[in-house]
């Protein structure tokens, strides 16, 4: 649990390479590098392009650590709701 949320972390960070923010492409690497097993689309740029839209709450074009979190949330809960819909079969 600790060395996942260490790697939530380091992984920004490193993404970000110092700044407070993802910003132009960086946030498209990241997707495309990390989570391609995650998510379906993470190979298609227009894709990526619209969740970074989405994620991105103040608008201001770059994806902030608070915005990156709700993301991992996002990733957290639809792998959850996977796991409980394999285990139950009910909907
Ligand atoms: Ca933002």
Redesign the pocket.
Known sequence: MESAIKTVVTTFLSSTRGKE?LEGGAFQKLVKKQLGGMMENADCSSAVKEMQRG??????????FQ?YLTLIGYLANSASERKAGANANAS
């Open positions: 923010n994620l991105d709450a103040d608008n201001d074009g770059k994806v902030s915005e």
